[in-house]
């Protein structure tokens, strides 16, 4: 055989098994199932948010579906669109904006919730853009029992889920526990806490590494959504805390570190993520 | 002819190179708004956090808009970083006697920048890449020296544009080609270091006009 034929040859057989290999790869595309809803790599999109949601640090929904997400360091609350890309107002706790180390942000009945890593619980009215509103202030000594990391309103026990994220006291070691405040009282519903054995993990994830960062509450079911930055995981629980599903995150390259997550009523999953020196991101992703 | 003299030509071209290339791409940018996204421009200020006060789209549904930015990014990036290393090779031109001149040396100097900005994009803030890349040169045991000591400066210029290139930080890879351009020139024209034997450098150095003892 010649040099040119074996040239030729070789093109051929680059052409003919190169173009379905990139057909393949150019179609690949990673899905995931939680809360009921499918999603899909193909309708998932994410925004690069403004320099001043760096620190975005939760996200919550009140019941007109509308977005609000919160910075780590200041008690500043932002209202935003994730569909246009557009942040529709903000307002502060206090003035100037209280500082702290805030973890997460609840809506519950008109009023806004925001808690610290030290179970402080701060409760405010809504405020216009611009505005600063003033807050209740309520300890809720959960700070001792472990560091808090997430908060989220659970309508149909009137409580806000409060989300521990690394143990301070040897009972709640090797467990993955969520508070349940009940508004209704102001106090810890403490006989409805939900414990997770993190043993459980192992067989969906293949280790019991688990960090949880953010929680949300499934419309309709009343399932819990909880969401771990370190691991770049999701679980889901039932409202009694028995796990439904736990999963590496298949879209975990485009999470450098997920602190907050909320779900819409149709199904679209958000997921912020601190920027980490950079820019916030939030993602969205389109329920099938 | 004297230096002074010769200098005007490379001087004046430079400068409306410069001056050329910063109005095409502002004139674009006034034109095309929509062109923002894609220029290779302000990434510094991202790095240190200080971003926009705005949203910005990475990825929408049915494709990557990030993955189409990084390209064309890249594309513009590699064509600026090209641009900027010309006046640099110009300047190695002038500076270099004719029979000194290597011209595998130069085409080198004008590729640097293309491949430090690729890797620079790939690498982003990937400490694992980052790594990586850093194993993958050892591996290939690059065995290079250079004819001149100061062509290391022609290296390092070609790099320091190629990773401004390559972090979307274009407006600092102009400044720094400018600056190695204009202060060569500047140095190369005053023929800096050869005559020490002025009353001021006598001054300074404590010798006379006769000591060549150093």
New interface residues.
């Given amino acids: 055989m010649t040099t040119s034929r074996l040239v030729s040859l070789i093109q051929l057989v680059l052409l003919v098994g190169g173009l379905p290999v990139f057909q393949a790869c150019a179609e690949a595309s990673e899905s995931f199932s939680v809360g009921g809803f499918n999603y899909d790599e193909?309708?998932?999109?994410?925004?690069?948010?403004?320099?001043?949601l760096?620190e975005i640090s939760g996200l919550a929904l009140d019941t007109r579906q509308r977005l609000f997400a919160h910075n780590d360091e200041q008690a500043i609350i932002s209202q935003v669109d994730y569909r246009e890309?557009?942040?529709v107002k903000k307002f502060t706790l206090g003035d100037p904006a209280i500082r702290g180390d805030f973890e997460g942000i609840a809506v519950a009945n008109d009023t806004f919730y925001l808690i610290d890593s030290a179970g402080a619980l701060y409760a405010a009215p809504e405020g216009e853009d611009s505005s600063s509103v003033s807050y209740r202030l309520t300890r809720t000594g959960l700070g001792e029992r472990c560091e808090i990391e997430g908060l989220e309103y659970e309508s149909a026990a009137d409580s806000l889920l409060v989300l521990c994220k690394s143990p301070r006291q040897k009972a709640l070691k090797g467990y993955v526990t969520v508070f349940r405040w009940s508004l209704e009282t102001n106090a810890l519903d403490d006989g409805k806490t939900i414990q997770l054995d993190r043993n459980a993990l192992k067989d969906s994830m293949g280790s019991r590494e688990f960090h949880p960062s953010g929680i949300t509450v499934v419309p309709g079911s009343g399932h819990l959504l909880i969401i771990a930055a370190r691991e770049r995981a999701l679980l889901e629980l039932s409202a009694d805390g028995e796990l439904i599903a736990a999963m590496e995150l298949p879209t975990a390259k485009?999470h450098r570190q997920a602190e907050g997550i909320a779900l819409t009523a149709e199904g679209d999953l958000l997921l912020a993520d601190e920027?980490g020196?950079?820019?916030g991101?939030l993602s969205v992703y389109?329920a099938e | 002819m004297r230096k002074s003299v010769r200098v005007s030509a490379p001087l004046t071209v430079i400068t409306a190179y410069y001056a050329l290339l910063v109005t095409i791409s502002s004139g674009l940018l006034a034109l095309f708004p929509d062109l923002h996204p894609y220029m290779p421009i302000g990434g510094v200020a991202?790095?240190l956090?200080?971003?926009?006060?705005?949203?910005?789209?990475?990825?929408?549904?049915?494709g990557s808009v990030?993955e189409q930015v990084y390209i064309l990014k890249l594309a513009i990036a590699v064509t600026g970083g090209m641009l900027l290393m010309a006046p640099v090779s110009w300047m190695y031109f002038i500076t270099t006697p004719i029979r000194k001149v290597d011209r595998s040396f130069a085409q080198t100097m004008m590729i640097l920048p293309v491949i430090v900005a690729g890797i620079a994009m790939i690498v982003q803030?990937s400490l694992a890449l980052a790594f990586s890349l850093a194993g993958v040169v050892a591996a290939v045991r690059f065995r290079f020296s250079l004819a001149e000591p100061a062509h290391t400066l022609y290296i390092f210029c070609a790099i320091a544009i190629g990773l401004g290139a390559g972090v979307s930080a274009l407006g600092i890879a102009t400044v720094i080609s400018m600056g190695f351009v204009y202060g060569t020139l500047v140095l190369w024209t005053l023929d800096y270091g050869a005559r020490l034997n002025s009353p001021f450098f006598s001054f300074l150095t404590s010798r006379d006009h006769q000591d060549d003892d150093l």
Avoid: A, N, Y
């Avoid at chain 2, 956090?49 to 049915?62: A, Q, T």
């Fill in positions: 193909t309708r998932f999109s994410q925004w690069k948010l403004p320099k001043s760096r890309g557009r942040r485009h920027g020196g950079k820019r991101r389109t | 991202e790095m956090g200080d971003g926009p006060e705005e949203f910005e789209i990475v990825r929408s549904i049915g990030k803030d």
